[in-house]
Each structure stands twice: as structure tokens, then as C-alpha cells.
């Protein structure tokens, strides 16, 4: 016995069984320690002994008499009976560990099942997919996404999407392909959609998701030898998606894809077809604007006005022509002045002017009611109230003579022929005429009305010729104009400032008295000059015969030429006379915009006034510009004349530009660049001469103003800018930089 045996016993005696067995353990008694352990009920201690020693059995017997269930399945599993040890488990409710031992032994179905009875889900879907088990394997995993917190939003959770590719995996292992597809599908992976439909036999599908992930060959390869009206749903839409709209349409066309058929028929722009078939998908407003992008206002009306879209219904209706349909609907909508317009335009003239009466002043549509009403009133021969509108339109708001208005001034000077004003219906009629000489019946009341006016003054003035010195301070000119002084006179006549009897103002007067070629001409060179209104030009008034001399009337300007300005003691500087010569210039392309090319431009012909404000007169030889010039016969000032034009070539706005060039030569070095004893001096030195350098007359020029000057000044006009817009832009770019 060992030196434990003592303590045992001393245990035994005080009733330390568990202390007792576990000295008598440690002294190698192991028959004395069972005892101790069975007699304090420490069966535990007393199995584990008897498996020590090599007795199993009994180890169990103790254990199983006991019902110690947790120690006998682990008694079980280190004497290798695990089924045993599950068994037990199981039978104990302890299915939790029999599920990790059958896990252990790697047996993974069986694991999985009883991990789905204890709610581990995601646990069993991966054991269930370890075994192949496919079916129930979705189903653990369906269940696990089920109970997924239901606050989240599952499908934007990067646990759930790997779940549910890890579902659509599932599918495919057990051959649910459409449900693998379908999965795959909504996590956009289209490429394993498609090849799972494949699998599944389902080619339309597949070449859908397909179309999806932008593989359209490879959907058009999967959609071959298809003939289904599905099939030729998806080619359209692949051959669509590829702009090739006339193949979508092929394919699309009796189907009832409306909407992609109108989309295709929108970018082939055939709107009326796009129009048809969006009518055809309900999408009726979207159906009349394409109706009316196709011209079919008809149609487009139909549609609006039954929606109640009465504006554009109307706006169809008067398209359409139907104007008394669309009076109706802008009356609804309280459009005054559509209402009156396509009152007018249907013949119903009084019923329309009520509503053109009541057009705002302030209303863009205004100038065009007073129009349609100038037009009622002419038609229903109330002449004076007809003229005063058409004079109203001319002088208020802008109705330049153009193709487009001419009727205005033709009806103008009809009313005012029919209320016996002779002289001002002639005006009006001699500027259609200059403009459109075959203008309805122009030139025959044009005639008529001239040979009445004429008859009138042969009997108030003699036919002697006029002479200069008839022209004196208090002569009457055509009953009109009396002469308060001389301001002025040149190679073709006097320049007077006179009292205008009839409109009582001031106005220059110029009488040619001096003036040769034909006289009808001339006319209508001024007529053209009386048409350019600008602030920097000097407006023509009236133009007329007095004792077989031409005359005009002009405004009147106060100041002095620039001639005179240039050569005066006080300089300007290099910025001021920038800002005078750009102003110039924008005088002179209104004319041009106008089709006039001045012919005459020099330093007498530009008054400045008092504020520096530039005024060109003397329009005088101004000419009509219409691309096609012709030759005129030589006129203007020797020194600004450019070289075609003293050839008698064919002139151009560029001709003008080259005057402006030696303008501007003078203007900042102080000198004319060409001078000599006679005109064919000048002249020759015009064609053959290259312009000096003005930087040789002033070094402050800037180098860009001299190229800018030369380049004005070219000999050869297709060298030169090619008009004065472009002239201007240079200009104020470089006063840009150098303000700067």
C-alpha cells in the first residue's frame, strides 16, 4: 500500500468519498477508488476509472444506469462509436452536437438535415450543397433570405445578393434552369442568365439577356431559324439597339410593339408612321405632335381638340387651313389676335376686326392686327382710316419695303391715289417701282399719275431752264420749299438749308442743277437713298421736279465735314478717332445690308457734329447692289476712288472699302495718301501706286492699324475684307487690347 492508502482511508472515515477515490486513484488502487466513487454517487469518476483500466463495459453500464447521456456519447466517441454517441444525442434532444459529430465524421447530409430542424439554415445549405443535394439545399437557403432582418432592404445587402447567387448556383446544380435564369437575371448578371435559359431550352429568353448584356450577335445567333412573333420582337429590338431602324421596322412591323415601332419610325423621320402607332399604344398627345411634325394637322387636330388641348388644336386647325375651326378654339383660349387673323384669312372680315381692335398695344402681334385691319378697312374702301394704318406700319413699326411688303406700300398709295393725294401716292408708288418695276399695275398709275401732277405745274411755272442766280434767299421751290441760305455747293448743284412750308421744319435741300445722264435714273438712285434709314447716315425725305431740275430734301446737320475735322488745329486722339471711324463704318454696312454701295465716300461727304456723331450724305451715285453689277460709267472723287472703279469694272461692297481705307489714311496721319495736279494724275497713281506707309507720317500708329489700313487699300478688291462686318470685327478686337 502506498503512502495515499492512509489519506483514502482517513477520507473514507469522514465520509470525503470523492476525495477519497481520487487519493486512492493517485496510490494506484483503482478498485478501492470505484468503491469510494460509488459509494458517494460520484458515477462519473467511477466510469472514467473503469475505462482507464481497461473495462468499457462497465464504464458504459454505470453511465447508461445513470442515464448520463452527455458523458456516455462522449464515453462513445473515444471508443469510436460515434453512430452510437448520436444516437444517443438524438435521443436526448441534443441534436446540436449530433449534427457537429456527424460534421466531424464528414457526413454532411445528415448533419445538414438536423441543422435545419435547429434553424441553422445557411449552415445546412452549405452542407446540403457539400452533398450534392441540390433541392434541399434551395430550400435551407430560401428559408435563411426568409428570415433575413425584414428592415433591411434585402436586395441591396451584400449578404443577401451573395445568397441569392448562391441560389441561382443551387438551381443550376439541380437543373432548375429557368429559376437559376431567372435569378441571374435580377442580379444583372445577363451572361449566366442567358446561358442558364439555353440550358433550359428557352432561346428567346436567352437572347433577351443576351440583348441585356450587350452581346447582340451573340442573341442574333441564338435567335436564328426562330420564327415566333417573339423571336421577331427581339431581332427588331437587337437591330434597333444597332441603329439600323429599317431592319428593326422589318422585323417589328404587325406586331404589336407600337411603342418600339413609333421609336424606330422617329428616327427614320417618318413621323406620320410614328404618330400612327403611338395612337395605336394610347399615347395620343405624343401621336398629334408627331401627326403635326409630319404635316398631318388634321389628324394632330382631331386628337388635341378631343384631349381638350385647345391651343394646339387650334394651331393644327389653322395649319390644316381650316380657319374658321381654328377662330373657334383661339377664341376659347382668349387669343384676340389669332382669332381676328383667322377670322380674316376665312373671308369673315368684320367679324374679325372686333377682336383685332382689341390687341394690346404692347402685344408682339400687334404691328400684324394693325395690318389685317389696314387690309379690312381698304377692302371695305374706308380709305382714310386704311392709309393712316399702312403709314402707321411703315413709319412705326418697321415694314421696310420687301418682297413680303410690298402690298402694304401698293395699298397705301392706292388709298391715298383714291383720296385724291396725288403727290404722296407717287412717292410710294416710285419706290415699289424701284424696288419691283412690274409690280402689279406700278408703272401705268406711276405714268398716269405723272402726267396729271405735270399738267398741273405747266400751268403755274414757265419752262424756262433754271439758273443759279434764281436761287436766292426767299425763293419758293415747288410751292414748298422756301430758301433761308446757300450751305453749300458742288460739281452737281447748291445745297440749301430751307423752310419746309408743308411740315414746317428745317431741312437741307439739294438742287442738281449741274447733273447729266438720265434723269430717270438719278430718280431712282434717290428713291434708293430715301429708303436707308440709320443713325449715322443723313436721312433723304423727298424727291421731286421743279422747272426741269431734280431736287431732294434731306435732314439737316449742324457741324462740320471731316475734312474740315482732320485738318483742324485741335487733334483727336488715337482711341476718339477709332470710335469716329467705326462709327463710319456702321453707317456704311447698314447701307450695304440694304444693298446700297455708296460709290462717293470721301472726307466732304461725312459731317461730324458738335458730340462727334459722324453723318454720310451725298447717296446721291449710290447704287442698288444686287451680285450681279453692271457697268455705270465712271463717277466719284479721284483720290478715294478704287482702281475698278475708275476702270468702270464691277463694283461691290469692296469698292466702298477701299475708300474707307484712304479715309482712314487721312484721318490718322493727316495727309491723302494719292495727290496731283490733275484728276488723271490722281487717278493713274490710284491704279499704279502702291499706298504709302503711314507709319512714315505718324510712328504712333499701331502696326495692326496699318495693316488694317493696307489691307483696305489693296489694288486687287478680292484682297481686300471681304465686307465691312468683317473690317468692323477686326477693328474693335484690336480697340479691345488696346484699352486694355
Same mark, same amino acid.
Given at each position: 500500500?502506498?503512502?495515499?492508502?492512509?489519506?483514502?482511508?482517513?477520507?473514507?472515515?469522514?465520509?470525503?468519498?470523492?476525495?477519497?477515490?481520487?487519493?486512492?486513484?493517485?496510490?494506484?488502487?483503482?478498485?478501492?477508488?470505484?468503491?469510494?466513487?460509488?459509494? =458517494?454517487?460520484?458515477?462519473?469518476?467511477?466510469?472514467?476509472?473503469?475505462?482507464?483500466?481497461?473495462?468499457?463495459?462497465?464504464?458504459?453500464?454505470?453511465?447508461?444506469?445513470?442515464?448520463?447521456?452527455?458523458?456516455?456519447?462522449?464515453?462513445?466517441?473515444?471508443?469510436?462509436?460515434?453512430?452510437?454517441?448520436?444516437?444517443?444525442?438524438?435521443?436526448?434532444?441534443?441534436?446540436?452536437?449530433?449534427?457537429?459529430?456527424?460534421?466531424?465524421?464528414?457526413?454532411?447530409?445528415?448533419?445538414?438535415? &438536423?441543422?435545419?430542424?435547429?434553424?441553422?439554415?445557411?449552415?445546412?445549405?452549405?452542407?446540403?450543397? /457539400?452533398?450534392?443535394?441540390?433541392?434541399?439545399?434551395?430550400?435551407?437557403?430560401?428559408? %435563411?433570405?426568409?428570415?433575413?432582418?425584414?428592415?433591411?432592404?434585402?436586395?441591396?445587402?451584400?449578404?443577401?445578393?451573395?445568397?441569392?447567387?448562391?441560389?441561382?448556383?443551387?438551381?443550376? $446544380?439541380?437543373?432548375?434552369?429557368?429559376?437559376?435564369?431567372?435569378?441571374?437575371?435580377?442580379?444583372?448578371?445577363?451572361?449566366?442568365?442567358?446561358?442558364?435559359?439555353?440550358?433550359?431550352?428557352?432561346?428567346?429568353?436567352?437572347?433577351?439577356?443576351?440583348?441585356?448584356? $450587350?452581346?447582340?450577335?451573340? #442573341?442574333?445567333?441564338?435567335?436564328? =431559324?426562330?420564327?415566333?412573333?417573339?423571336?421577331?420582337?427581339?431581332?427588331?429590338?437587337?437591330?434597333?439597339?444597332? $441603329?439600323?431602324?429599317?431592319?428593326?421596322?422589318?422585323?417589328?412591323?404587325?406586331?404589336?410593339?407600337?411603342?418600339?415601332?413609333?421609336?424606330?419610325?422617329?428616327?427614320?423621320?417618318?413621323?406620320?408612321?410614328?404618330?400612327?402607332?403611338?395612337?395605336? *399604344?394610347?399615347?395620343?398627345?405624343?401621336?398629334?405632335?408627331?401627326?403635326?411634325?409630319?404635316?398631318?394637322?388634321?389628324?394632330?387636330?382631331?386628337?388635341?381638340?378631343?384631349?381638350?388641348?385647345?391651343?394646339?388644336?387650334?394651331?393644327?386647325?389653322?395649319?390644316?387651313?381650316?380657319?374658321?375651326?381654328?377662330?373657334? &378654339?383661339?377664341?376659347?383660349?382668349?387669343?384676340?389676335?389669332?382669332?381676328?387673323?383667322?377670322?380674316? /384669312? *376665312?373671308?369673315?372680315?368684320?367679324?374679325?376686326?372686333?377682336?383685332?381692335?382689341?390687341? +394690346?398695344?404692347?402685344?408682339?402681334?400687334?404691328?400684324?392686327? /394693325?395690318?389685317?385691319? #389696314?387690309?379690312?378697312?381698304?377692302?371695305?374702301?374706308?380709305?382714310?382710316?386704311?392709309?393712316?394704318?399702312?403709314?402707321?406700319?411703315?413709319?412705326?413699326?418697321?415694314? @421696310?419695303?420687301?418682297?413680303?411688303?410690298?402690298?402694304?406700300?401698293?395699298?397705301? %398709295?392706292?388709298?391715298?391715289?383714291?383720296?385724291?393725294?396725288?403727290?404722296?401716292?407717287?412717292?410710294?408708288?416710285?419706290?415699289?417701282? @424701284?424696288?419691283?418695276?412690274?409690280?402689279? +399695275?406700278?408703272?401705268?398709275?406711276?405714268?398716269?399719275?405723272?402726267?396729271?401732277?405735270?399738267?398741273?405745274?405747266?400751268?403755274?411755272?414757265?419752262?424756262?431752264?433754271?439758273?443759279?442766280?434764281?436761287?436766292?434767299? $426767299?425763293?419758293?421751290?415747288?410751292?414748298?420749299?422756301?430758301?433761308? /441760305?446757300?450751305?453749300?455747293?458742288? =460739281?452737281?448743284?447748291?445745297?440749301?438749308?430751307?423752310?419746309?412750308?408743308?411740315? *414746317?421744319? @428745317?431741312?437741307?435741300?439739294?438742287?442738281?442743277?449741274?447733273?447729266?445722264?438720265?434723269?430717270?435714273?438719278?430718280?431712282?438712285? &434717290?428713291?434708293?437713298?430715301?429708303?436707308?434709314?440709320?443713325?449715322?447716315?443723313?436721312?433723304?425725305?423727298?424727291?421731286?421736279?421743279?422747272?426741269?431740275?431734280?431736287?431732294?430734301?434731306?435732314?439737316?446737320?449742324?457741324?462740320?465735314?471731316?475734312?474740315?475735322?482732320?485738318?483742324?488745329?485741335?487733334?483727336?486722339?488715337?482711341?476718339?478717332?477709332?470710335?469716329?471711324? @467705326?462709327?463710319?463704318?456702321?453707317?456704311?454696312?447698314?447701307?450695304? +445690308?440694304?444693298?446700297?454701295?455708296?460709290?462717293?465716300?470721301?472726307?466732304?461727304?461725312?459731317?461730324?457734329?458738335?458730340?462727334?456723331?459722324?453723318?454720310?450724305?451725298?447717296?446721291?451715285?449710290?447704287?442698288?447692289?444686287?451680285?450681279? *453689277?453692271?457697268?455705270?460709267?465712271?463717277?466719284?472723287?479721284?483720290?478715294?476712288?478704287?482702281?475698278?472703279?475708275?476702270?468702270?469694272? +464691277?463694283?461691290?461692297?469692296?469698292?466702298?472699302?477701299?475708300?474707307?481705307?484712304?479715309?482712314?489714311?487721312?484721318?490718322?496721319? =493727316?495727309?491723302?495718301?494719292?495727290?496731283?495736279?490733275?484728276?488723271?494724275?490722281?487717278?493713274?497713281?490710284?491704279?499704279?501706286?502702291?499706298?504709302?506707309?503711314?507709319?512714315?507720317?505718324?510712328?504712333?500708329?499701331?502696326?495692326?492699324?496699318?495693316?488694317?489700313?493696307?489691307?483696305?487699300?489693296?489694288?486687287?478688291?478680292?484682297?481686300?475684307?471681304?465686307?465691312?462686318?468683317?473690317?468692323?470685327?477686326?477693328?474693335?478686337?484690336?480697340?479691345?487690347?488696346?484699352?486694355?
Amino acid at each position: 500500500m502506498g503512502k495515499w492508502s492512509k489519506s483514502a482511508r482517513q477520507a473514507l472515515r469522514a465520509k470525503e468519498f470523492l476525495q477519497a477515490g481520487d487519493f486512492y486513484k493517485m496510490d494506484g488502487s483503482y478498485r478501492a477508488a470505484i468503491r469510494a466513487y460509488l459509494k =458517494g454517487k460520484h458515477f462519473i469518476n467511477a466510469a472514467v476509472v473503469y475505462e482507464q483500466i481497461g473495462k468499457p463495459k462497465k464504464a458504459e453500464k454505470i453511465l447508461r444506469k445513470q442515464l448520463l447521456w452527455q458523458d456516455l456519447a462522449s464515453f462513445l466517441v473515444r471508443q469510436h462509436r460515434e453512430h452510437e454517441a448520436i444516437e444517443v444525442y438524438q435521443l436526448n434532444g441534443r441534436k446540436f452536437e449530433a449534427a457537429e459529430l456527424y460534421e466531424k465524421m464528414n457526413r454532411p447530409e445528415p448533419a445538414a438535415y &438536423l441543422y435545419m430542424e435547429l434553424g441553422f439554415h445557411e449552415k445546412a445549405g452549405r452542407l446540403f450543397t /457539400k452533398s450534392r443535394n441540390f433541392e434541399q439545399a434551395i430550400i435551407a437557403i430560401e428559408t %435563411a433570405m426568409s428570415k433575413l432582418d425584414t428592415k433591411m432592404e434585402r436586395t441591396h445587402t451584400n449578404k443577401a445578393l451573395k445568397m441569392k447567387e448562391w441560389l441561382a448556383n443551387l438551381h443550376l $446544380g439541380a437543373r432548375k434552369y429557368v429559376q437559376a435564369a431567372e435569378l441571374f437575371s435580377e442580379l444583372l448578371k445577363h451572361d449566366l442568365a442567358a446561358k442558364s435559359y439555353l440550358k433550359a431550352e428557352k432561346p428567346l429568353e436567352a437572347a433577351s439577356e443576351l440583348i441585356k448584356a $450587350g452581346r447582340l450577335d451573340n #442573341a442574333k445567333t441564338v435567335l436564328e =431559324g426562330q420564327s415566333s412573333v417573339d423571336a421577331r420582337v427581339l431581332l427588331g429590338k437587337i437591330y434597333a439597339e444597332e $441603329g439600323d431602324m429599317e431592319k428593326a421596322v422589318e422585323f417589328l412591323k404587325d406586331t404589336s410593339e407600337h411603342t418600339l415601332l413609333s421609336e424606330a419610325f422617329e428616327q427614320m423621320g417618318l413621323y406620320k408612321e410614328a404618330a400612327e402607332h403611338l395612337e395605336k *399604344s394610347g399615347k395620343l398627345i405624343r401621336a398629334a405632335n408627331f401627326y403635326a411634325k409630319a404635316h398631318e394637322f388634321k389628324k394632330a387636330a382631331l386628337i388635341y381638340e378631343e384631349r381638350t388641348y385647345h391651343q394646339e388644336a387650334a394651331v393644327c386647325y389653322e395649319k390644316a387651313d381650316n380657319y374658321l375651326h381654328a377662330a373657334k &378654339l383661339y377664341k376659347l383660349v382668349k387669343d384676340n389676335y389669332k382669332t381676328g387673323e383667322c377670322l380674316f /384669312k *376665312s373671308g369673315k372680315l368684320q367679324d374679325a376686326l372686333p377682336f383685332l381692335q382689341l390687341v +394690346d398695344e404692347h402685344d408682339s402681334n400687334y404691328p400684324m392686327a /394693325k395690318r389685317y385691319m #389696314a387690309e379690312i378697312f381698304y377692302t371695305i374702301r374706308d380709305f382714310n382710316i386704311s392709309s393712316k394704318l399702312f403709314e402707321e406700319l411703315i413709319r412705326k413699326h418697321g415694314f @421696310t419695303l420687301s418682297e413680303t411688303n410690298m402690298d402694304i406700300y401698293y395699298r397705301l %398709295a392706292r388709298s391715298l391715289e383714291s383720296q385724291g393725294k396725288g403727290e404722296e401716292a407717287l412717292q410710294y408708288f416710285e419706290r415699289i417701282y @424701284t424696288r419691283k418695276s412690274d409690280y402689279l +399695275d406700278t408703272k401705268q398709275r406711276m405714268r398716269a399719275l405723272s402726267e396729271r401732277l405735270g399738267r398741273i405745274k405747266l400751268v403755274s411755272h414757265s419752262s424756262a431752264p433754271l439758273t443759279a442766280k434764281e436761287l436766292k434767299p $426767299g425763293q419758293i421751290i415747288a410751292d414748298r420749299f422756301r430758301i433761308d /441760305k446757300e450751305i453749300g455747293k458742288g =460739281g452737281m448743284g447748291y445745297i440749301f438749308s430751307v423752310w419746309d412750308i408743308s411740315l *414746317s421744319r @428745317t431741312v437741307a435741300l439739294k438742287m442738281l442743277i449741274h447733273s447729266k445722264g438720265d434723269l430717270e435714273e438719278l430718280k431712282a438712285e &434717290l428713291i434708293t437713298a430715301r429708303e436707308l434709314t440709320h443713325p449715322y447716315i443723313i436721312k433723304v425725305f423727298d424727291i421731286g421736279q421743279w422747272r426741269d431740275v431734280s431736287y431732294f430734301t434731306m435732314e439737316l446737320v449742324e457741324g462740320k465735314t471731316l475734312k474740315e475735322f482732320i485738318e483742324s488745329e485741335t487733334r483727336s486722339s488715337l482711341e476718339q478717332n477709332l470710335l469716329l471711324f @467705326t462709327r463710319i463704318c456702321e453707317g456704311i454696312k447698314a447701307a450695304h +445690308d440694304q444693298g446700297v454701295i455708296h460709290r462717293d465716300l470721301k472726307p466732304q461727304n461725312i459731317i461730324i457734329t458738335a458730340d462727334g456723331t459722324p453723318k454720310i450724305l451725298d447717296f446721291g451715285i449710290a447704287r442698288r447692289y444686287t451680285g450681279q *453689277s453692271k457697268k455705270q460709267g465712271v463717277s466719284g472723287s479721284p483720290k478715294y476712288m478704287a482702281p475698278e472703279q475708275i476702270l468702270n469694272e +464691277d463694283m461691290d461692297p469692296r469698292t466702298d472699302i477701299y475708300a474707307l481705307g484712304i479715309i482712314m489714311y487721312y484721318l490718322f496721319t =493727316g495727309k491723302e495718301p494719292f495727290t496731283g495736279n490733275n484728276a488723271n494724275e490722281i487717278l493713274l497713281k490710284q491704279i499704279n501706286q502702291q499706298l504709302p506707309d503711314p507709319m512714315l507720317l505718324n510712328r504712333e500708329i499701331p502696326f495692326w492699324l496699318v495693316e488694317i489700313i493696307q489691307h483696305c487699300s489693296n489694288k486687287n478688291k478680292d484682297l481686300r475684307y471681304s465686307d465691312v462686318q468683317e473690317l468692323l470685327s477686326e477693328l474693335k478686337l484690336n480697340m479691345v487690347d488696346l484699352n486694355s
